[in-house]
Structures are given as C-alpha cells and as structure tokens.
C-alpha cells in the first residue's frame, strides 16, 4: 500500500525544470521559418485615425507584411474580441483587432508589422505613419459622465455601458429609519497594474495544408481563449485550432481575457503559412494587459447603539476602460455587490453600480476581482462603526458576525455562506498577536510620539462561480463547471487530463496528490496532463480560485468512477458479488478476505485485455467528469497588520503581518501557504505602492516600473500564518480555494492598520495607496 | 562584429549586430532560453546573470559589451547532474511558483552569497530587491537563500571551483 499524500507538504514536481531553466515559456520556443509581429500603436489614448501610411514600412528588407483593420476586413474574419457577461441593458460596442475609425486608449493598435527579425519588426512599426486627429480625452468616471464629455462610442452615450444593482433599495431606507447611528464613506480603490513577470506572447503556426492553427499563447484559460477565437475573431471552427499554454509566467487575472494581439499573430500566420511570434514588451504590457479595481464609491451604513450593522447601501462607478474586456461586466457586479455584506450578519444591502467607458487600458479580473473591492469597502465600514461607537474594531466585528451555528446562512445578496466560524479566525489572530499588548505598546509609543497602526480585515470570500444555471442567468457567456479525466493505463499507471489550467499553482503536484490519495497509487505514477485543447477535455480554466474546488472535485469524481468500474471486474473475477468488494489502500478485496486483495494495476491489466470481463462492461478503464458545483465555496479568515509611520516622512513599513486563513482541507499545505504569501504581498502592494496613474490626456504615467511601484522584498515582513479547518460542505475534497484569499484581506488589513496609527492626527479615511506623500500631508496639511 | 564569450565553461565565437542585447544574444544565438525578458529596463530583474562574476543585468548589455568575459547562466549551476545548493533550496522551501523569475532571483541570490556568505534576512531581503517576484511575496525565497547559505558554508569541492573560476 502506499501511504496518501493528501494533506502533505511535499515538494513540487514542477520545479525541478524551472529551476534549472529548462522550462519552456511562450516565447523561448522557436519554430522553423518563424516571423516576428511588431503593433503600431499611437501615442494618443482618444484620437480619430485619418489615415495610415504603411508603405516605408512595407518596402523594408525583411518586413514580410503589414497590415492594417482594413486588410483584416478584406479577409472577410469576424475579427472583433467580445465581452462574456451581459447584463441587463449592456452595451457593446464593438472591440475590433485593430482600430479603424478611432484609438481609444493609449495601448490600441492600428498596424500590425511582420518580418523575419524581432528588433527589424520593431524598426518597421516606427515607420508606419499614422496621421490622427486627437480628441479630448477621459480617464475618470466623473469626467466620462459629464453633460458635456467626449464620447467614446456612437453605441454608448453617455459612456456608459451598464447601470446594475442588487439587493432591497427599500429595506435599507427602513433601516436607515431605524437606525441611531450612521457611518458616511466615500472611497476610490485605486488603479492596479497586474504585472505577471512574464509578458504576454503568442507563437501562431497555421498549417494550410490540414487547415490547422497551433497558437502557442500566454493563457489562463486555453479553451475559452480557442472558443473565442473560433467564434468572435478569426471564423475558423474550433476543432481546427488548438491552443496549447506551455509554461505560463504568472497571470492574477491578465491572462484570462481574450486579446487582439494573440488572434493578430494567428491572423498573420494564416496570411503568410508561416509561423509568427509577438512577445509584448514590458511597455506594452502597461498600455494594453487588463488592469485591476478603480472603483470610486460612495457607502451609508446604519447601525445601532450597540455597533450592530442594520443596513448598508453602497454606489459605485467602475471605470471599464475603452472597451469591454472578457470578464470586465461581471468582476464589478456580480463578483463585487453580493460580497458586500463580509463576514456580517447585515439584514439590508442595496448596491447600484454604474460601468463607465474612459480612455484608459480596459479593466477587467486582477487577483480577487470584484472581492478584494468589496471587502476593503466593508472592513472600512467596520473601522468607521467601531470608531462612531466608541468600540474597538475587534468586539465591532465580534458583534456582527453571522454566528458559526447559522450556516448555511443565507445573505440578502441571494449567496448561501456554506460554511464558517469567523469568531473562531479572529480569535485565533488575536491571540496570535498578543492584541492586548499590542494596543498597549501603541499607546506607549503614541505617548513618544511614534505611531504605529494595527488593523484588522475578518473577510469572507467566494470562490468558483457556480453552478452553471446560475451563472448563466445572470449573463454569463460561459459554463463554470470543469473536466477531469482518469486513464488508468494497463499497467495501472494513471494520467491525468484537467481543464484547469495553472501558472504557478502547482496543480502538477497537487492534482497528482489528490488521484493517489484516492487510488491508492504511488504518485510517481500519477501524471498530470493540462493546457492543451488537443489533449485535454473542454474546461474553464484556472482563475478565480476554482481550481482546487472544481477542477480537484472534477478529478475526485472521475476516481470515484474508476473505483466503481474497477469493483465490477474485480468481483467478476473474484467471483464474489459487486456488493462484497470494496477498495482499500488501493486494492480490490472481498469484504473481510484480505487474502483476496488484487491491485488496481492488476484490474486495470484486465480491463485492458478484455479476456474475462462482465458480460456487457467496456473494455478500458478511464472515466471522465464534467464536474458542475452546487454552490461557491466561501472560504474566510482573520488578517492583522502592524505598521510603523514615520511621521516625519510620511513612509508606512508594515512590521508585522498575519494571518489566520480557512480554505476548507488542505490538499498540500507548502503550495496553500505560498499561495497566501504571494495573495498577501499583493494586497500590501495595493495598499502601499501600487497605483495606475493618468494624466488628463489619457497618457498612463506609471507605465514603468520606475513609476509604478511594485512590493519587492526589502518592503515586506515575513508573514505569521496559521489556519483553521471549516471544510467545504458541498464537494467532495472538502477544499475551498486559496489563490485569492491573501489579496482579498491584506488590503483591507493594512488600510485599517494606517488609519489606525494615524488616529492621533484625527484622520477619519484615506484612500490606498499610502504613499509617504499622501501620508506626510494627512499628517502635516496643506496641498 | 565578432565577440568572443565564454558562457558557462563553453567558448563560443559569433558575430553579432552591434545593437543586440546580451539577453537576447544568450536566448536566441546559444538558445539559453532560462535567462528571461521581464522589463527591458533592468528593474525587475529576470535577466540577471553572472558577468566575470558580478551580477549583470543582461537586458541592459550589449552582446558586445560581453567581450572576452566569462558569464554564468542559470544552465550553468549545478554539477555532474546535482543541482546547485540555490536550485536545491528553492525547491526545497517553495522559493517559486510560476518560475519566470526563478533563474535571475536564483543567479541574484548566488551573487548575493558570494559578497556575503553569512547574510542574515534582512539582508537578504535588501540584496534581492533588484529583483520582483509576483508570486511568492518573497517570504520562501528568503527562506531558500537562507537555507542554500547554509548548504554552500558545506558545499563541495567541485562547486566551489566553479564559483571561483567565474571570479577569475
């Protein structure tokens, strides 16, 4: 028997070719008679294209083509990237490959240069004229909404593209009748870049003899990213393209919507029955990947005497962008509004929000998508009631907690929380901390004149968007289901096909641990096959913390299948009934017979040879599932950071952080905790040093890392974690998901923790990020 | 023009545009693809390799500024097929996630150690700031350097040679 791996920290089997650089990425492959892309953008974010000259560049040595939107509407292509939710009322104006009649944004291209040398391609693009006509431009949704604001698309008056709201308008007014207190916010949660260190790049190689497009691409979700290219860019039918991600650099949401510039590159390819590559450079993944939140809200919460929440009511304006990203209409509505309520027990919610088209990069999923803005909103809501109560923001969240004994608990926002102790995490953090003492030294220091901050975030959070019917009522163009097949091979070694798809997670490893655990087979003999449309099922990929939740459960499914197979055969040739066998520790046994025990490699031998089988079974033993969740997982916990502001300076060094996460059972504890690690940083990254900033003109200012500050290590704590176990109800491994959790709540935490320290300067709010700047005029006044 | 490098214990000979950067000399000339592109601008890091060994961030070179040097990539650690004791504790403590910049943080940290064997994480964590990791929040990372510290103060032989032939 082998003993199970479930639960274990074992070490990656991933690694041992990332670490000694052997990996394979997107653009370290290289393919015979390969040609390289190179888009012409503008430099203006709204402007009216009058004409483009691409003959300089057309008569280069070297320079294979040139294309413009023109050429690809000669070739006849459907030639647009399209939204995936609709919502009521949505419009849509079209995004095409590359811009015809106006830029939009400052990343928009309007040519596309192929030639036989990346930098020769480069050199030709810059000699690609292209004559405008600039327009004024808006980058703020205040701005996009005036009477009198430059319009965006003929399709979109007034710049907006939806006006959206959840919950009960007239609940929350009684409530507000009710109500002998009140707390006022108005909050903008800043712009973020996502900065996957690995740049988006495609290799397209078409093959016009079997009519077969390989696109090789930066991708989250390959089989959404094929559908979409089949369907909505290039007309070509799905079975005639397959998209493979090799080792994916990271992504944090900007690698699941779909692009012009990878359907560019396989447009090219077909022109030109060449294979063609485009990698973006660090620049254009500024100008053109999604970019994250910028919300600006407005909240009234109402609350009693006693601290206790009766209603709350939030509006917000979401800046989308030019155009609508894949997922941009969903992550501000439907993965934000019904989250509004945290971790509480608010008996009224109303939310409206109102999506606005601005020229700026569109935005759409970035690491937690809609909840880290939610929970940000209702942790500062928690701060401002224990500060309007005179209570401390611990027993303000202990009062408002939805009590352990009253899950499945249902929200006003049409959720049902499956399952939590959210007392238990924040206890646990408390004491972690030392609280008591905590606030003591900061008194302490407050009477020396040094400030330091403790703030708390207990956040809940929901992961894997299901079920499908569900989804799909509320606009989803896609399934939130996913695939997971099990071929045990006739020697009984197994492969392992999933539609989730990983770039960094470790689901080589931790999908293997879950089929051994269940099999009873030693997981060198597990293989874990994802990423291919050609290999693996249709799936949804991996984004949204789903993987583990849907695509496991998937997997856990399929075994279970296998098992039931392998019993029929198994009692078959132990002549005993199906209902005496039973599968332990990975073998087939009459119940209470231990002598009769036969491995799953033998039954799977048997299976394949097909000499002796019930009469009526298939041969082979494989099974697949397309595994459809009954519910989210609500996955929460209790997050406190301590921080240190220098009143002098204004600079804010977060001294301690930790954390106390519930994701349900752990599947491989070293890849959950890393994965909060990295959620975590993100979160401080947010709350501290990230910000997208543009000028009036549409330029984004902070489109390098000189000017866009991300967290590096010199800026970070270690991280004190710990965790409780609340396992999933409703799926079969008991997980929850993880891949958000730490940028959900870190935010929040340290927005708190600042805010707290600087309580003596009689500072209600401030927005993220608490730049020294920001922090030293809070501090000191003035402009 | 012609240069004439060494990269990892290999001597190559090869013409090079004038213009083409010494990343993507190693990646498309020598298809050491491990060194990889993060920003062009030499601040993330992701390019970093040992240059007569100083790290280099090779994003900003010129192939030509390579000349009659000697560079060590992430291909050329470890030895006899085992891995450097930087690979072994990346792995070991999860100093990775997606990988992209596993090889620069790792060539980082090898040049870090080697100005300061006995670092503690403070300051590590200010040695490695010229390199950005989006996964990991650089928590396991310093935990692998340190880990790999330990390893090196023991290392054998054979590795230490190599180490001290890129200083020559």
């Known amino acids: 028997m082998t003993a199970s791996l479930f639960g274990k920290s074992i070490k990656r089997r991933e690694d041992p070719a990332l670490i000694q650089g052997k990996a394979r990425y997107t653009d370290d492959l290289k393919l015979p008679g390969m040609l390289h892309a190179a888009m012409v953008r503008t430099p203006y974010a709204h402007a009216r294209i009058k004409s483009v000259d691409t003959e300089a560049a057309r008569k280069m040595k070297g320079v294979a083509a040139v294309y413009t939107a023109s050429d690809i509407e000669t070739s006849g292509i459907p030639g647009v990237v399209p939204v995936g939710w609709l919502l009521p009322g949505l419009k849509t104006p079209p995004h095409r490959l590359l811009a ?56 979109a008056q007034g710049n907006i593209a939806f006006d959206w709201e959840l919950g009960d308008s007239q609940a929350v007014d009684d409530a507000f009748n009710k109500a002998t207190r009140r707390v006022d916010l108005k909050l903008r949660n800043n712009r973020l870049v996502a900065f996957a260190v690995e740049p988006r790049a495609a290799l397209a190689d078409y093959d016009a003899s079997r009519e077969k497009l390989t696109l090789y691409m930066t991708s989250q979700n390959p089989h959404v990213h094929r559908l979409l290219l089949s369907t909505a860019s290039l007309g070509l039918p799905e079975h005639k393209i397959r998209v493979i991600a090799p080792e994916v650099g990271g992504g944090f949401g900007s690698k699941i919507p779909h692009y012009p510039e990878e359907a560019l590159a396989a447009w090219c390819s077909m022109q030109l029955e060449r294979p063609v590559k485009w990698t973006a450079t660090r620049s254009e993944s500024f100008l053109t990947d999604t970019q994250g939140r910028d919300h600006h809200t407005t909240a009234q919460a109402a609350l009693d005497d006693q601290g206790r929440l009766l209603g709350l009511r939030v509006k917000t304006y979401a800046n989308l962008g030019a155009y609508l990203s894949t997922f941009s209409t969903a992550v501000p509505t439907y993965m934000h509004g019904p989250l509004l309520c945290g971790a509480y027990a608010v008996p009224a919610v109303h939310c409206n929000v109102i999506g606005v088209f601005t020229n700026t990069v569109p935005v759409d999923a970035y690491r937690g998508a809609g909840r880290p803005e939610a929970t940000l909103l209702i942790e500062r809501v928690m701060d401002l009631a224990a500060q ?259 009143p002098d300076t204004g600079e804010v060094k977060v001294v301690r952080y930790l954390a106390v996460d519930d994701v349900g059972q752990v599947i491989n504890p070293l890849i959950v905790d890393g994965q909060l690690h990295g959620g975590i940083a993100q979160g401080i990254g947010q709350a501290l040093y990230e910000n997208a900033v543009y000028d009036q003109g549409g330029q984004l200012l902070s489109a390098s890392l000189l000017d866009y500050a991300l967290p590096r290590s010199h800026h970070l704590p270690s991280f004190e974690l710990d965790r409780t176990v609340t396992p999933c109800p409703h799926n079969p491994l008991g997980v929850k998901g993880v891949g958000e959790a730490g940028t959900i709540a870190s935010s929040a935490a340290v927005a708190n923790a600042v805010i707290d320290g600087l309580k003596p300067y009689d500072i209600r709010h401030l927005d993220t990020p608490f730049t020294p700047e920001k922090v030293w005029k809070a501090i000191h006044g003035g402009e | 023009m012609n240069i004439e490098v060494e990269v990892n214990g290999v001597r190559y000979v090869r013409q090079v545009d004038p213009r083409q950067l010494l990343v993507h000399f190693l990646r498309t000339e020598l298809d050491l693809t491990g060194t990889r592109v993060g920003c062009e601008t030499s601040l993330c890091g992701a390019c970093t390799v040992l240059m007569d060994g100083l790290t280099v961030k090779s994003c900003t070179q010129l192939a030509v500024q390579a000349d009659g040097c000697k560079i060590t990539t992430i291909e050329g650690l470890g030895h006899d097929g085992r891995l450097h004791p930087l690979q072994e504790a990346f792995w070991e403590e999860h100093g990775l996630q997606c990988g992209y910049c596993t090889p620069g943080m790792i060539l980082a940290a090898l040049g870090l150690l080697k100005e300061q064997p006995d670092a503690d994480a403070a300051e590590i964590r200010r040695g490695l700031k010229g390199n950005v990791c989006r996964c990991t929040g650089y928590h396991n990372i310093v935990r692998a350097v340190q880990r790999a510290a330990n390893l090196m103060a023991q290392a054998p032989q054979p590795q230490q040679e190599r180490e001290q032939a890129d200083d020559s």
Not at chain 1, 100 to 128: F, H, I, N, T
Not at chain 1, 443 to 455: A, C, I, N, P
Not at chain 1, 583 to 589: E, K, P, V
């Open chain 1, 100 to 155: 015809s009649d106006k830029v939009r944004y400052g990343g928009d291209a309007v040519a596309v240069v192929v030639a036989e040398d990346p930098y020769l391609a480069r050199d030709a693009a810059e000699q690609v004229w292209v004559d405008c006509e600039m327009l004024p431009a808006v980058t703020e949704p205040a701005q996009a909404l005036a009477q009198d604001a430059p319009q965006l698309h003929q399709e």
């Open chain 1, 388 to 646: 309007e109560c005179g209570l401390d923001p611990a027993e303000v969240r202990r009062r408002n907690f939805i009590p352990p004994e009253s899950f499945p608990y249902a929200t006003p926002l049409n959720l049902e929380y499956d399952s939590g102790n959210y007392q238990g995490a924040l206890d646990r953090v408390l004491e972690m901390a030392d609280y008591r003492d905590l606030r003591q030294q900061q008194e302490r220091r407050r009477q020396d004149g040094k400030l330091l901050g403790v703030g708390l975030s207990t956040y809940v959070e929901a992961c894997g968007l299901a079920p499908s019917s569900v989804v799909g009522s509320l606009g989803a163009q896609a399934g939130q289901w996913e695939s997971g097949e099990v071929r045990v091979h006739p020697s009984g070694s197994v492969s392992v096909y999933t539609g989730s798809s990983p770039h960094g997670q470790g689901h080589e490893t931790s999908f293997a641990q879950i089929v051994s655990d269940r099999l009873g087979v030693d997981i060198s003999q597990v293989e874990v096959v994802h990423s291919d449309t050609d290999q693996v099922p249709f799936g949804w990929g991996t984004y949204g913390s789903r993987s583990a939740a849907v695509g496991g459960s998937a997997l856990a499914a399929s075994t279970g299948k296998i098992i039931e197979k392998g019993r029929k055969i198994a009692a078959h040739l132990m002549e005993a009934a199906v209902q005496d066998v039973e599968f332990r520790d990975g073998n087939f046994m009459v119940r209470g017979s231990p002598d009769s025990a036969q491995p799953l490699a033998a039954i799977a031998g048997a299976a394949h040879m097909a000499h002796n089988l019930p009469e009526g079974l298939e041969p082979g033993l494989r099974a697949t599932t397309f595994y459809d969740p009954e519910n989210f997982t609500f996955p929460f916990g209790a997050h406190l950071a301590v921080v240190e502001i220098d």
